[in-house]
């Protein structure tokens, strides 16, 4: 079945310092990508997401980019500030229209900002 | 916009009751919600997916007579774990998905923390 690879599981960057998780998904006929922050004891939420039609997309200090041909994308901060840290989630959010609404989580990335 | 809430935030009971999560979209309407449990340090597990007005489909290895669903309206939907047990102790957390959304955008709750004495 579908799968949802993360790297790393663990990140800790210095104040100011950009970081770079990545994933790698196995649906070719994906087309949504979604990547969520959660803070210890709340859900998820979604800081940023891309659609295949496009490479890249950014948003201030955050962006994701797309690499279709080899199924996978990353999610950069750039400037880290201690409020960054907690744990991010990559997903393949599947096609467009799809049957199917499942998203596929990756394990997840938990992101330490040292002041 | 796409708020999503849930009640209670924590819960604890004892071993053999039942309690009941809902799960709330507060400013737009959601044809389908998700609902996830979450243990430490892992990821998120779908449980289930229901759409309003019809029965729930849930996951491989899923109890359905366990964890009942229902999907009442457009903006509600309410989980139930039945007889609960200490196993059944986790976070909870619902999404919901917007209807005329072509792709799977989600949105999620706040989590329902269930201990379960």
């Known amino acids: 079945g579908e799968n949802v690879e993360q790297h790393p599981s663990t990140l800790s960057v210095q104040e100011g310092d950009s970081a770079v998780i990545k994933c790698t998904y196995s649906?070719?006929?994906?087309?949504?990508f979604p990547w969520y922050k959660q803070e210890l004891g709340k859900g998820p939420q979604l800081i940023i997401d891309?659609?295949?039609?496009?490479g890249e997309k950014k948003d201030q200090r955050i962006a994701v980019t797309l690499n279709k041909t080899a199924k996978h994308f990353s999610l950069h901060i750039t400037e880290t500030q201690p409020e960054d840290s907690a744990v991010y989630f990559c997903?393949?959010?599947?096609?467009?229209?799809?049957?199917?609404?499942?998203?596929?989580f990756g394990t997840g990335t938990l992101l330490a900002v040292q002041p | 916009g796409a708020v999503v809430s849930q009640h209670p935030s924590r819960v604890i009971c004892k071993s053999g009751t039942s309690v009941k999560i809902e799960c709330r979209s507060l400013d737009f309407q959601a044809t389908t919600m998700f609902w996830y449990r979450q243990f430490p340090k892992q990821s998120l597990m779908l449980m289930a997916t229901s759409n309003e007005g019809s029965k729930a489909t849930y996951e491989q290895g899923v109890e359905k007579d366990k964890f009942l669903i229902n999907h009442a309206s457009l903006t509600l939907s309410t989980l139930t774990v039945t007889s609960a047990h200490p196993e059944d102790s986790s976070f909870y957390i619902c999404s919901a998905r917007g209807s005329g959304i072509s792709y799977n955008e989600q949105f999620f709750g706040p989590g329902t923390r269930l201990t379960v004495l």
């Open positions: 649906d070719s006929a994906s087309n949504y």
């Open positions: 891309i659609r295949s039609n496009v």
């Open positions: 997903a393949d959010g599947g096609t467009r229209g799809g049957a199917t609404n499942k998203l596929i």
